[in-house]
């Protein structure tokens, strides 16, 4: 089979799956949402936490809720760290630096999982599983409580409550996460990753040095790692490491694990805001994207013209021959469009373009579907600048699922779409313009330029992958970095909220023939156009100077 | 005065605002534009510019331009400096030329608001007669003032006619010379300032208080003096100042990445566009202000005004720019029947003969009993005999002998009597009473027909007739409603456009339903009290629906007041003219349906102008990232799609690119983007291709031909 066959195999059997569960999945979720009754589980820890399940929350009260939540979290990961020399399974490992506990703490808790350090040679069992496991399930649970806050304030009408954070946390958690991650961490057992607490052992190597190798829980981390969108690796490889992803079928397995829940949320939205059309068109913006993402990506990883991947055949540097060129670049495009940041090869070997690609997908805002949760909220906020522009084009007041769009929304819409950007642009900015921090860059010319740009719109975007090449666990760089993950995760957040607030509020217009009609193929087809262009204009001069200076020649 | 008039298009009042379907708008003249230079230049204050945050970023871009030149002078910044500022020449200008021909209006306005004296009456009681009163100044005149006012005076002040009848020419507000009846009670009695009595005298009494009168009104909004933004246009705004910030940041953080690609190539020499310190400030600010969406940032107040003087030209004041974006939002309409759906008068529309009777005796019958009868039910019933019968219309003269009967209340009928022959026509009851009480028996069939014709909606007349001894009834008159021409058509298109149509009337339910299906309306509203309005507006609120509506009486006040949209009618009475919030000089109820177009224009203009305006980005990324870059990544020159023939042009080409279009674009912000009624998607998909495609397309083309010019000047290779 010619390897272009193989793809496009492997990419139309995960949108078979994906079409598949995208009901079942979206359904389970909208039940969990809209659920009046508690598991017994579920009250116990509401009793724990002394938290009324059955009161709801304005969107203030909602948003503070999520800070704090998040801030104890970061406080309590950063205190782990530190301290892991005395606590249990340590493997003997010494306590994490400040700057990367800091860096690490703030990556997993804003769903993020960049890692400015090396998995296995930092971090002990205790810390991988009651911390960085732990937050790659609940870090999950509060993208998803955010798009469920959000996806009420269309559905609901003239009233101030959202929800309540801790129940939608707890549920998405409990019901949602958990189950699907246990199923799916037998299934990737099966298919040849490990699951156990053993220490490093040495093991002779080809060139007949040895190495330690690490044992530990990775199937139960991998795949909430993808499930999640989380992205942090047990390992430094990552993914490309045979213990986490063993075989070309568990690479599927878990690209499809990444793409569950963010293409079944806007099911979920169909359902709450009862019109399933309505979720429909969103699946189709996200799938369009990520479509076009998947072909030109594995299309310029299979055609480079360089001298060496035409006599490999393809640009094979940085990929594992277990999975080949398209699925590897499948997985770069599905980890990079959703917040994932999990790898199975290395982006900063891929064609210049291809490395654009890459770069691109997350500059959209990781929306197509993005991450668990972000994905859906970040979509519906595009959508919602959609609307403003276009619907004015039918002369009305624009108005979203009977919303109408004025100053207000308008505003934390734009905001929202502002702060990743700015903090993207200004770090790299900032980073290009101190020599000191230019030193950080191992590598020369518009390369070196793409590596600190990927690295800033990784954090920014909470996607968590890297280009390498680039020395990032000094103080600066860890510094900077995790603020960029910190504001480009809980400002959003905020804005959603308030978003939602004011949304609920108002008692929706009737749809009618001179309403804008948001479930058409004209109108995906404008979200689509209006995300790439206003993504594009952004980004242009910086990618220009970048893969775009390496890549035309 | 008569000849003086508001309107600036001489569009016949009253006239139902069907123009090929699409809503037009006034022509740019060019002689405004130099009119509105001083204006333009008078804009540049940074103090009123810094609330178009867009062109404000431009204003300072083209001072830090202009000291850059002046530091480090070359052609090519100098060019730079010269289109920048004639950038933000172009946005004042914009905005100077749709203040302007509201100013030329408000200067006619001014004219009629002339120093009147007023003769004020002390103690005035109804039944009074008028013997003395002092003489004051109109701006004298308070609220409850009595004031005399006779043929030839001008009226002082705003008010309502409490005792006399008068003919008023109103041409100085509405532009209409025929002159009006005014008289007290009733809807007919409020009287404006500075119109002119022409005959008789009327005591008004002052409802406005001083310098509010309604020509102050209408000035200070013609003029735009307390403009505010309208809800829409704030938000665009906001998404105006946020796309300006995100282009800011996109070009400041540029400047270490470029300062970093010109270290990694020192064989690069230095170039106007790009040193070892970066990208030069002019070529910066040339790329900030071609990214920045400065189109619709100096086009969106000339929008929002040219929307107001839109309606200004159909003789409607909106009272705020509010009310004219909500007219676009508007849901419901509810239209009154009589002058709005229907002429303002039953027609003839079928003679039914009695069982035995032939129809042309019923029609000889008819008209014999309706030539003297003025009605325009009469008229009618005369006019249907000569078009349905061939009956020749006798003038009343011609018949010897004729006794006319006349219509009174008491008797509900009217006739003739020639010779020993009595006719009469009128209400059923009545002239079968007649009929019986003359020794006739009038057959039940009579009944069946009567009852038929109330059924259908329609109002029977029957004819009787006495002739020698016999009394009998000949047969019924069929009266009916009839429906303006057209109005189907229209309301099909605004079922097209997602708008219902509620018909209001005082007829009973079944009259109402008759009409309401040949009219093609969505529903109706019968036997509607001023209370029904009023209710029937909140309920559709409360769905979330906007609400217009037109009136004029005292009692429509109250729906006025809640409806969305309210449209008093100028004839109307000044409690409805302060409850709506527009007021049609024209009174013509029809228009509502065009204020509807209006606002709608008025947003899909901003839209097609903002869409229009990013989509141009896209054009002008290809002629200034290969202009900045090419020298260090010879690579990037392949996005130099258009060939531009050096940096410097590909650069000046876009900045000048960029401000002609404001200018090529004020026509069509002032007259507005063309609107067809059609569905919502529809229209997007034609606007979309227009202004979305049109506006990625055409840059491309315009930066090429500008550069085809450019290129020949100094200093461009």
């Known amino acids: 089979m010619s390897p272009t066959m193989t793809g496009i195999l492997f990419i139309g059997s995960l949108v078979a799956a994906l079409i598949l569960t995208h009901r079942p999945l979206g359904d389970h979720m909208y039940r969990v949402y809209t659920a009046t009754r508690h598991l017994a589980v579920e009250r116990a820890i509401y009793r724990l936490i002394g938290v009324r399940p059955d009161t709801e929350q304005r969107w203030g009260v909602y948003a503070r809720s999520v800070l704090a939540f998040s801030a104890v979290s970061i406080l309590f990961l950063y205190g782990m760290q530190r301290l892991q020399d005395k606590l249990f399974l340590s493997l003997g490992m010494p306590p994490v630096t400040d700057h990367v506990a800091w860096n690490t703490a703030v990556s997993f808790v804003t769903n993020t999982n960049w890692q400015s350090y090396s998995g296995e040679s930092t971090m002990g069992h205790l810390v991988q599983m009651s911390g960085l496991a732990v937050q790659n399930f609940v870090s999950a649970a509060v993208g998803m409580a955010v798009a469920i806050a959000l996806v009420r304030g269309f559905a609901r009408r003239t009233t101030d409550e959202l929800g309540n954070f801790w129940v939608d946390l707890v549920r998405g958690s409990v019901r949602i996460l958990l189950p699907i991650a246990f199923v799916g961490a037998v299934v990737l057992v099966a298919g040849g990753l490990i699951q156990n607490f053993s220490a490093p052992h040495d093991v002779a190597t080809l060139t007949g040095g040895t190495q330690a190798i690490t044992g530990g829980p990775v199937a139960s981390q991998e795949i909430i790692k993808e499930l999640g969108t989380n992205g942090g690796g047990f390992y430094n490889v990552n993914s490309a490491h045979p213990f986490e992803n063993a075989t070309g079928w ?167 779409f502002l702060v990743t950007p700015v903090l993207v642009l200004t770090g790299t900015a900032f980073a290009m313009g101190s020599s000191e921090q230019r030193a950080s860059m191992l590598n020369s010319g518009p390369h070196g330029f793409s590596e600190v740009l990927y690295a800033f719109t990784s954090a920014s975007n909470n996607n968590g992958s890297a280009f390498g090449g680039l020395t990032v ?29 004011s949304l609920a509020r108002q008692s929706p217009v009737p749809a009618s023939a001179g309403t804008l009609p948001t479930h058409r193929p004209q109108f995906v087809g404008m979200v689509v156009g209006v995300t790439l262009i206003l993504v594009g204009l952004t980004f242009l001069p910086a990618l220009a100077l970048g893969p775009l200076a390496e890549g035309i020649n | 005065m008569s000849t003086q008039t508001l309107k600036v298009q001489g569009r016949t009042p009253g006239s139902p605002g069907k123009r090929d379907g699409k809503v037009g708008g006034g022509l740019l003249d060019p002689k405004q534009l130099i009119l509105s230079l001083p204006d333009a230049f008078r804009k540049l204050n940074p103090v009123t510019l810094w609330r178009n945050p867009v062109m404000f970023i431009v204003e300072i871009g083209a001072l830090l331009t202009t000291v850059l030149a002046v530091v480090e002078p070359s052609f090519f910044a100098w060019a730079i400096v010269l289109w920048l500022w004639l950038t933000v020449l172009f946005a004042n200008l914009a905005e100077a030329v749709a203040e302007g021909r509201g100013k030329a209006q408000a200067a006619t306005l001014r004219a009629a608001k002339r120093d009147t004296v007023a003769r004020r009456v002390k103690n005035w009681k109804p039944g009074i007669t008028v013997s ?24 002082p002040g705003d008010g309502d006619v409490v005792e006399g009848i008068a003919s008023v020419d109103e041409s100085a507000i509405t532009g209409e010379s025929a002159p009006v009846i005014r008289e ?20 008004v009494q002052i409802t406005q208080k001083p310098g509010e009168s309604f020509i102050d009104r209408m000035i200070a909004l013609v003029e735009g003096a307390n403009r505010q933004k309208t809800p829409n246009e704030i938000a665009l705004n906001i998404l105006l100042a946020a796309l300006t910030l995100i282009f800011l940041v996109a070009t400041a953080t540029m400047q270490p990445m470029a300062i970093y690609a010109k270290t990694e190539n020192p064989g690069v020499p230095d170039s106007l566009a790009l040193t070892a310190e970066g990208v030069t400030g002019i070529v910066l600010v040339s790329l900030l202000v071609c990214l920045i969406p400065t189109t619709i940032g100096a086009l969106l107040s000339a929008i929002g005004i040219a929307g107001m003087d839109r309606l200004v030209q159909r003789n409607v004041l909106a009272m705020s720019g509010r009310a004219v974006e909500a007219a676009g939002d508007v849901s419901t309409l509810l239209l009154d029947k009589t002058g709005t759906i229907t002429l303002g008068n039953r027609q003839a529309s079928e003679f039914v003969p009695a069982p035995g009777v032939p129809a042309e005796d019923l029609a000889a019958a008819a008209q014999l009993s309706s030539l003297a009868d003025e009605t325009p039910e009469g008229r009618s019933i005369v006019v249907y005999a000569k078009q349905a019968y061939g009956l020749r219309e006798r003038q009343p003269g011609e018949l010897a002998h004729a006794e006319w009967v006349p219509f009174t209340a008491q008797t509900r009928m009217s006739g003739v009597a020639v010779d020993d022959r009595q006719v009469r026509k009128g209400a059923a009851t009545a002239v079968m009473k007649w009929v019986r009480d003359n020794g006739g028996h009038p057959t039940d069939e009579v009944g069946a027909i009567v009852d038929a014709i109330s059924g259908s909606g ?4 029957v004819v009787g007739e006495i002739s020698g001894d016999t009394a009998r009834v000949l047969g019924v008159i069929h009266l009916k409603d009839v429906v303006k021409q057209g109005m189907r058509e229209r309301f099909d298109e605004m079922r097209r456009m997602g708008i219902r149509t509620v018909m209001i009337t005082g007829d009973n339910p079944l009259t109402a339903r008759a009409i309401a299906d040949e009219a093609g309306v969505d529903d109706f509203l019968a036997e509607a009290t001023p209370e029904d309005k009023l209710a029937l507006i909140r309920k559709e609120q409360e769905g979330g629906r906007l609400v217009a509506m037109t009136g004029d009486g ?28 527009m007021v049609d000089l024209d009174s013509n109820p029809t228009k509502l349906i065009e204020i509807v177009e209006i606002g709608k224009q008025l947003l ?89 495609l049109g506006g990625i397309i055409v840059p491309f083309i315009g930066i090429k031909l500008i550069d085809l010019f450019v290129q020949l000047l100094p200093g461009m290779s």
């Open chain 1, 250 to 416: 568990t690479n599927w397995v878990e690209i499809f694990a990444i793409l569950l829940i963010p293409f079944a949320l806007p099911r979920t939205f169909g359902r709450m805001v009862g019109d399933k059309r309505q979720g429909y068109a969103i699946t189709a913006v996200m799938a369009a994207l990520a479509l076009i993402s998947v072909a030109v990506l594995t299309g310029l990883e299979l055609a480079h013209g360089g001298t060496v991947p035409q006599a490999a055949g393809a640009a094979m540097e940085g990929k594992d021959v277990r999975f080949g060129v398209a699925n590897s670049a499948t997985f770069a495009a599905a980890t990079t469009l959703t917040s994932t940041g999990a790898v199975d090869s290395f982006h900063d070997s891929y064609t210049a373009l291809g490395g654009m690609i890459t770069m691109f997908n997350m500059m959209l805002g990781e929306v197509a579907p993005g991450g668990v949760g972000s994905g859906l909220y970040g979509m519906l906020v595009l959508a919602v600048i959609t609307v403003f522009v276009a619907g004015l084009m039918v002369g009305r007041t624009p108005e979203y699922l009977g919303k109408k769009i004025g100053a207000r929304e308008i505003k934390l819409a734009s905001m929202y």
């Open chain 1, 473 to 501: 666990n000094t103080p600066w760089y860890d510094t900077a970095l995790g603020l960029c993950m910190a504001l480009g995760r809980f400002l959003p957040i905020v804005f959603v909220l308030a978003l939602a607030g």
């Open chain 2, 132 to 155: 003395e009163w002092d003489v004051v100044g109109a701006p004298e005149l308070c609220q409850g003032d009595f004031v005399i006012v006779e043929a030839g005076e001008i009226v």
């Open chain 2, 184 to 203: 007290s009670g009733g809807d007919r009695s409020a009287v404006t300032g500075g119109t002119r009595v022409l005959s008789d005298r009327v005591i």
């Open chain 2, 458 to 461: 329609g109002t029977p007349l």
């Open chain 2, 554 to 581: 005292t009692n429509d006040a109250p729906a006025l007041a809640q409806a969305d949209v309210g449209v008093a009618m100028n004839t109307g009475t000044s409690a409805a003219k302060e409850a709506g919030n």
């Open chain 2, 604 to 692: 899909i203009t901003r839209g097609a102008l903002t869409t229009f305006s990013i989509a141009n980005d896209i054009a002008k990324y290809f002629a200034i990232i290969p202009a900045m870059f090419a020298a260090v990544y010879p690579g990037l020159e392949t996005l130099n799609v258009m060939r531009l023939a050096s940096p410097q042009s590909a650069i000046l080409s876009a900045v000048i690119f960029n401000a002609i279009v404001i200018v090529a674009l004020i026509p069509l912000a002032l007259r507005g983007v063309r609107y067809r009624p059609s569905s919502a998607s529809k229209l997007l998909s034609r606007n979309l291709y227009l202004y979305g």
